[in-house]
């Protein structure tokens, strides 16, 4: 069965910085690109950043360039997002995926909520 | 970026019925098109990719159609397990974008 269990959320300030971790099992994780989509509470999907199997390639949208790291240790079959520069419109939850790229994020996560507030 | 546009926003339906929900894409995205079904207080779930494909495991009543910048997700026979708030996304194009979702309500 397959399972991506996310940890590390929680309260932080504005500016400060906060690592996320997901944990997959169940699948042979060194095969699958890796994204990580949040959700603002009350509002829909965005895309925040992607990594392919092997970690040679990162992609992120505009609004988390930067700030945003997304990497993975496919000994550990682990993924994560270093967040920077944290701002109050980052609050979300956020969702480890395993991305089939065009066949669409067939696996989620639980969801782990970051909030940034002072 | 790609737009994409949903309808309706929110629609009501009696059990048994079907229902179709629409997804207008900016520019043409070549049936790079997924729908996701979000149960309340859940994760999303895929049901559809490449704009008609079924996910393993998604009841046959769910089905997708479209092509170039139309898709549309329709439910056949709907039940009470449906009730939930769909998106659909294109990964066609960097950024990856999402509609901003239908809310699908039992009548």
């Known amino acids: 069965e397959v399972q991506l269990v996310e940890s590390g959320g929680g309260l932080v300030q504005p500016g400060r910085s906060l690592k996320l971790s997901c944990v997959a099992s169940g699948f042979t994780f060194n095969n699958y690109w890796m994204t990580w989509i949040r959700q603002a509470p009350g509002k829909g999907l965005e895309w925040v950043a992607s990594?392919?199997?092997?970690?040679?390639?990162?992609y992120y949208p505009d609004s988390v360039k930067g700030r945003f790291t997304i990497s993975r240790d496919n000994a550990k079959s682990t993924l994560y997002l270093q967040m920077n520069s944290l701002r109050s419109e980052d609050t979300a939850t956020y969702y480890c995926?395993?991305?089939?790229?065009?066949?669409?994020?067939?696996?989620w996560g639980q969801g782990v909520m970051v909030t940034v507030s002072s | 970026d790609i737009q994409m546009t949903q309808s309706p926003a929110s629609l009501s339906a009696s059990l048994g019925e079907t229902v179709t929900i629409e997804c207008l894409a900016s520019?043409?995205?070549?049936?790079?098109l997924a729908w996701y079904q979000q149960k309340p207080g859940k994760s999303p779930q895929l049901l559809i990719y490449y704009a008609n494909s079924l996910n393993d495991g998604v009841p046959s009543r769910f089905s997708g159609s479209g092509s170039g910048t139309q898709y549309s997700l329709k439910i056949n026979s709907l039940q009470s397990e449906d009730v939930s708030i769909y998106f659909c996304?294109?990964?066609?194009?960097?950024?990856?974008?999402f509609g901003a979702g239908t809310k699908l309500e039992l009548k």
């Open positions: 995926t395993r991305d089939r790229i065009i066949r669409g994020f067939d696996y």
């Open positions: 996304q294109q990964n066609y194009d960097s950024p990856y974008t």
């Open positions: 990594i392919t199997n092997t970690g040679g390639s990162t």
């Open positions: 520019e043409d995205i070549y049936s790079n």
